[in-house]
């Protein structure tokens, strides 16, 4: 089982990414910010930004060969 240091390490390197990626989104670079963004690197969960599949309805490449199986049969 790792260690509480090496959580700590990898939490640390997490908010240095952030802090170069935020100014990209135009984002203010506050502790704040960058903590939520070191967790959840998604900003939002939109239909734009978020699963396909749950807001399109798009299916998985398995599921689509499933179905041209059943087709042919």
């Given at each position: 089982?790792?260690?509480?240091?090496?959580?700590?390490?990898?939490?640390?390197?997490?908010?240095?990414?952030?802090?170069?990626?935020l100014p990209l989104w135009d984002l203010p670079t506050t502790a704040h910010w960058i903590g939520?963004?070191?967790?959840?690197?998604?900003?939002?969960?939109?239909?734009?930004?978020?699963?396909?599949?749950k807001f399109l309805g798009e299916r998985k490449r398995q599921e689509l060969l499933a179905d041209m199986k059943t087709d042919l049969d």
């Open positions: 089982m790792r260690g509480r240091a090496i959580r700590r390490k990898q939490l640390q390197l997490a908010k240095a990414r952030a802090r170069r990626r939520i963004h070191a967790h959840t690197p998604k900003l939002c969960s939109c239909w734009m930004c978020g699963n396909p599949r």
